[in-house]
């Protein structure tokens, strides 16, 4: 397709802007020979600390992209967004009792760690409530219900924490950002988001045929069941990695779906390539925009997502409005 290739030229470019830009004064070249080499402070600084930082910007901007247009294809809802079927809160609600009872503070992995329980949890239960045969329906109440409870435990949490520290702690952590992470963390998140990569990109004839209509998709020889299975734990398995070791990162899975929609014709099996690379490069973007705005005042990625994606959301509302 002719997108895709504008997107992978888009995301490298931004890996490499990723790479370069930063508080270390040195110059292009510099920073590339040290990013080579390894030798010297700055050589440390890009490859411990600029080089994981990009590649997870990387890997979470895809899960999310991908999850997001894995969702609306399934559901056939172009408002659905990955963390409708409350995985992501479940996330954040493990890492928030890691952090809180301290169990973060004594081992570093912790809190990934427990984020990507809770995400385990989320699944089962999903599964559990929606049933065997229960359709897109039953998942997004199933959904609603887990993100509600995940959500009022995250707030009970934080009401009850008589430690002011560990409370600012976890709000600072739940705006999402990709500071201060290293190679650990890429080796956490990556195997699991191949894993569910692997499950969505195995759903792409399914999620077309779904166009058609259930009945439609039956009668072609879709296993809606296995369908939805492949679809859930996908989603679960990306957007719980992502969450684990970026925090909340919202917008990404609803907005780049929207944008690159009529770029694929409207087919989601086509969308889903296409949604990984977009959303890549939107967190890539953003994540530069935090170093360069503000870069002593520790401005969240979360936040930036934010002002960067309700507007392009709001404005991609109202030009629908304008077409009807």
């Known amino acids: 397709m002719r997108v895709l290739l504008p997107l992978c030229l888009l995301c490298l470019t931004l890996m490499l802007a990723s790479l370069l830009i930063g508080p270390a004064d040195a110059g292009i070249g510099e920073s590339l020979r040290a990013l080579?080499?390894?030798?010297?402070?700055?050589?440390?600084?890009?490859?411990?600390?600029?080089?994981?930082?990009?590649?997870?910007?990387?890997?979470v901007g895809a899960s999310l992209g991908l999850s997001g247009a894995a969702m609306q294809g399934y559901l056939r809802n172009p408002l659905a967004e990955p963390g409708l079927i409350g995985v992501s809160a479940s996330a954040a609600l493990g890492a928030v009792i890691a952090l809180q009872t301290g169990i973060a503070a004594a081992f570093a992995l912790a809190l990934p760690m427990a984020a990507l329980a809770g995400a385990g949890i989320a699944v089962g239960l999903i599964v559990l409530l929606a049933g065997p045969g229960?359709?897109?329906?039953?998942?997004?109440?199933?959904?609603?219900?887990?993100?509600?409870?995940?959500?009022?435990?995250?707030?009970?949490?934080?009401?009850?924490?008589?430690?002011?520290?560990?409370?600012?702690?976890?709000?600072?952590?739940?705006?999402?950002?990709?500071?201060?992470?290293?190679?650990?963390?890429?080796?956490?998140?990556?195997?699991?988001?191949?894993?569910?990569?692997?499950?969505?990109?195995?759903?792409?004839?399914?999620?077309?045929?779904?166009?058609?209509?259930?009945?439609?998709?039956?009668?072609?020889?879709?296993?809606?069941?296995?369908?939805?299975?492949?679809?859930?734990?996908?989603?679960?398995?990306?957007?719980?990695?992502?969450?684990?070791?970026?925090?909340?990162?919202?917008?990404?899975?609803?907005?780049?779906?929207?944008?690159?929609?009529?770029?694929?014709?409207?087919?989601?099996?086509?969308?889903?390539?296409?949604?990984?690379?977009?959303?890549?490069?939107?967190?890539?973007?953003?994540?530069?925009?935090?170093?360069?705005?503000?870069?002593?005042?520790?401005?969240k990625l979360g936040v930036v997502m934010a002002l960067i994606g309700a507007p392009v959301f709001l404005h991609l509302i109202w030009r629908q409005r304008r077409g009807f």
């Open 134 to 299: 229960g359709g897109s329906l039953a998942l997004i109440l199933a959904g609603v219900a887990i993100s509600a409870f995940a959500g009022a435990l995250t707030s009970l949490v934080l009401n009850l924490s008589p430690n002011p520290f560990a409370a600012g702690e976890i709000v600072f952590w739940m705006m999402g950002s990709l500071a201060d992470r290293s190679w650990l963390h890429v080796a956490i998140a990556a195997p699991v988001m191949a894993a569910g990569a692997a499950l969505l990109w195995g759903a792409g004839r399914g999620l077309d045929a779904l166009t058609l209509g259930e009945d439609a998709a039956a009668s072609m020889g879709i296993d809606l069941r296995g369908l939805r299975l492949r679809v859930v734990l996908g989603v679960a398995a990306m957007v719980g990695a992502a969450t684990a070791v970026a925090g909340a990162v919202g917008f990404v899975g609803l907005v780049v779906p929207h944008l690159l929609r009529g770029a694929v014709g409207g087919r989601p099996g086509r969308l889903l390539l296409a949604s990984a690379l977009g959303g890549a490069a939107l967190v890539l973007a953003a994540d530069i925009v935090v170093r360069v705005v503000l870069p002593g005042r520790d401005l």
């Open 36 to 59: 080579w080499s390894g030798e010297g402070a700055l050589g440390l600084v890009m490859r411990e600390i600029r080089a994981p930082r990009a590649v997870l910007g990387l890997l």
